[in-house]
């Protein structure tokens, strides 16, 4: 049972076994052991970033692809939702309509960008991602109209999932049954379906033949696979999910932006988070991303208590003040990189 | 075993194949035709054009002018994926294969190509029992069974040449093309190699091309022996005979490799 939801790939490392039920155990019951909005949005970032890093590992640590784009995806599919929120008013059929018009531009996208470029050099290809994305956002923001421009837009969801609706008026552990609970294990269920899906895929069949690609491409044509379409596929399906990470993360805030969803920032987290969680497998993004948005929305708070309490002290209060943490998360980084360079889930694995 | 390929006609042939690169012609207008339950060597001096003759049949290169027929279809403009479909397998000669994927693995992803299911991303690749199965069986061709869970990357050189053969023979190939498949095995290793292509040789429906240095192999495998020199054909015919044309004398046995007789 256990061995089929997980595709048969486990975390083979008991730290990164106890982690990963941690993380899952977190995110489950965060709603009820957590009050406030920030610790709800920390957690409902977390479950958005897996999917999202996750989606962007089998391109980088299956198939060997470098690419750009993914936040563009992202883009499209936060952008479709919330658009379509906003023009069409807060109805289901928004919602829907908004999916579907993104996921096709999407996968058009997609398809377009994996024809015309994966027979090139990964350099270019790269490079081919980074110029497209960066249109993109520049168009988002230049049709100000459209896209609410550089402020974006802020919309209205369906009645249920609205932070007024009340499911039932009675309070479970303290916790009222409200849209933005009700919100909250959308997005925690559909991210859940989609990291599994994703599991499945890369232990199937096609996942394997990515690794083949990525392992020796060459080979991987003269077993008879032809390339081109494989790298097209797993461009496409990370694409696709992408585009549903940014409709979840678009109806948990209400709101879609370009610095949200389509700065180069965005992509640079993704990048990180792969890279410290290890690439080439899953659970790296999993406990990637639970430590990088669990430091990236604390690190600030306890540095500002930690400054705080050492008031006194002249140097260290200044070098923990919370202005510098951006500095402390790439030294966090550079060091996990320096120490871990098969990532966090790499390392546990070799521990033997 | 039957096919439908009556032995007269050719499965494999090129007409007037040529491939340069810059100024270098490195295989020069060759014609040749490979007929079923043949084995046919291809000898030639260093840098020759073996390799890259056999390239350009399989599709990993190319040409820039002549072409090539498969099955009496002219598969010039196909790439080496669809020329591997429609028949041809390669072993290659530095080998070439998935480093950070286990032995059976390696295997498996040539038996999977050969049955069809690379695109199916729903089930789980371990529950293919038939398919695991099957490159099992290959593996214990080539005498590699014990080292099914190993990774390929820290392989001893001549176990990597067997993995080699059994991805070959994991496609199922009509048209068999083995590029010097025993340099570097050790003494034991080699013995189990050939008896391999002679049994393949042995079922008689197969086309075999092997690319061999070593004189006392090609002698007792081969039922025609081809010699390339500069790129160019210059010999092509019964294996007594070829061996003993002056232009063979000259071409092939003047430059050194002599030693390998
Ligand atoms: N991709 C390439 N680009 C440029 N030159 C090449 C390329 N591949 C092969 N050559 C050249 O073509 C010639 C023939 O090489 P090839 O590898 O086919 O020889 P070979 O007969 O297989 O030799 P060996 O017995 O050493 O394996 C050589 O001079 C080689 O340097
Ligand atoms: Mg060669």
Redesign the interface.
């Known amino acids: 049972m256990l061995k089929?939801i997980l595709?048969?790939d486990f975390p083979r490392s008991r730290i990164l076994s106890i982690m990963l039920v941690l993380t899952f155990i977190g995110l489950a019951v965060a709603p009820f052991m957590l009050s406030g909005a920030r610790p709800l949005n920390t957690a409902a970032t977390i479950c958005i970033f897996i999917v999202l890093v996750a989606s962007y590992d089998l391109l980088l640590g299956y198939t060997g692809i470098v690419s750009f784009a993914h936040t563009m995806f992202y883009g499209i599919g936060a952008y479709g939702v919330g658009l379509a929120l906003d023009a069409m008013g807060p109805s289901w059929w928004a919602v829907f309509t908004g999916l579907a018009s993104a996921l096709a531009l999407a996968l058009v996208l997609a398809l377009m960008i994996g024809l015309f470029s994966l027979r090139v050099r990964a350099i270019f290809y790269a490079m081919i991602t980074l110029a497209v994305a960066s249109a993109f956002a520049i168009l988002a923001s230049q049709l100000s109209d459209f896209t609410g421009g550089e402020d974006g837009k802020t919309f209205k969801v369906p009645e249920i999932l609205s932070p007024g609706f009340k499911l039932i008026e009675a309070e479970i552990f303290g916790r009222s049954i409200d849209g933005k609970l009700l919100t909250y294990y959308l997005v925690f269920t559909a991210c859940l379906l989609l990291f599994l899906f994703m599991l499945?895929?890369v232990?199937?069949?096609?996942?394997?033949?990515l690794?083949?690609i990525r392992?020796?491409d060459?080979?991987?044509?003269?077993?008879?696979?032809?390339?081109v379409v494989?790298r097209t596929?797993a461009n496409c399906?990370a694409a696709l999910i992408a585009a549903l990470a940014g409709a979840l993360m678009a109806l948990w805030l209400r709101y879609v932006g370009p610095k949200t969803f389509l700065s180069f920032e965005v992509m640079t987290d993704i990048l990180l988070i792969v890279v410290i969680g290890g690439m080439g497998t899953l659970y790296g993004a999993v406990v990637g991303a639970a430590l990088f948005i669990f430091a990236q929305n604390y690190l600030q708070s306890l540095m500002a208590e930690a400054s705080e309490a050492l008031a006194g002290v002249p140097i260290l209060a200044q070098a923990v003040h919370p202005d510098r943490w951006m500095l402390w998360l790439g030294i966090l980084f550079v060091l996990s990189v320096y120490f871990f360079p098969t990532g966090i889930v790499g390392k546990l694995r070799n521990r033997k | 075993m039957t096919t439908a390929v009556v032995p007269e006609h050719p499965v494999l042939s090129t007409h007037g194949l040529t491939i340069r690169f810059g100024g270098h012609v490195a295989v020069n207008n060759v014609s040749a035709e490979f007929r079923p339950g043949t084995l046919t060597a291809i000898v030639g001096p260093n840098g020759a054009g073996k390799t890259t003759y056999f390239n350009l049949m399989s599709g990993q290169l190319p040409a820039t002018s002549g072409s090539v027929r498969l099955f009496g279809e002219d598969v010039t403009d196909l790439g080496a994926p669809q020329r591997t479909k429609r028949g041809i397998g390669r072993a290659f000669q530095l080998t070439n294969l998935f480093p950070n994927l286990s032995v059976i693995e390696n295997v498996r992803l040539a038996v999977q190509s050969q049955a069809g299911m690379g695109l199916n991303m729903v089930s789980l690749w371990s529950r293919h029992v038939e398919l695991m199965e099957r490159a099992e069986h290959y593996l214990h061709r080539v005498a590699m069974a014990d080292q099914r869970d190993e990774i390929v990357g820290t392989l001893p050189h001549g176990n990597k040449r067997k993995l080699e053969v059994a991805i070959l023979l994991a496609l199922e190939p009509q048209i068999l093309m083995f590029d010097e498949p025993t340099a570097g095995m050790s003494v034991d290793e080699v013995p189990v190699i050939l008896e391999l292509i002679h049994q393949i040789k042995a079922q008689g429906d197969k086309t075999i091309l092997l690319v061999e240095h070593k004189m006392d192999v090609v002698r007792s495998l081969a039922d025609r022996i081809i010699v390339l020199h500069n790129g160019f054909l210059v010999a092509d015919g019964d294996p007594t005979e070829v061996m003993s044309s002056p232009i063979v004398q000259e071409a092939y046995l003047g430059t050194g490799v002599a030693d390998h007789v």
Do not use: D, I, K, M
């Open positions: 089929s595709s048969g499945r895929v232990n199937s069949p096609f996942g394997r033949v690794q083949a392992e020796n060459f080979r991987a044509e003269a077993l008879g696979y032809r390339t494989y596929l399906l």
